[in-house]
């Protein structure tokens, strides 16, 4: 299992989520923690990011030095979260 990290962004965004959402994502990230190449994981182009989706969501990351780095969580119907990960 690999360590996580996440940015100030993502820890402010988990702690506005409803109980519901918060658990979702938090699943996923345990998931990404174990299999950081999911099968529903997408390589965003131009970034050295990935991509996961949970329901409505986008946990946008990447693993360096065996972390798993977690950049943002945002609403994945969002265009503004594929424009983020240009800025970090």
Not at 58 to 64: F, H, K
Request: overall charge positive; aromatic content about 8%; glycine content about 6%.
């Amino acid at each position: 299992m690999l360590p996580l990290d996440l940015t100030r962004q993502a820890k402010g965004f988990l702690e506005q989520l409803d109980p519901k959402q918060f658990r979702q994502i938090v699943r996923k990230l345990f998931g990404l923690m174990e299999d950081p190449r999911p099968a529903d994981a997408k390589l965003l182009q131009g970034h050295p990011f990935w991509r996961a989706d949970v329901g409505e969501y986008r946990i946008v990351y990447r693993v360096e030095q065996n972390v798993l780095k977690i950049a943002l969580i945002d609403r994945r119907n969002d265009d503004e979260v594929h424009k983020k990960p240009g800025r970090l």
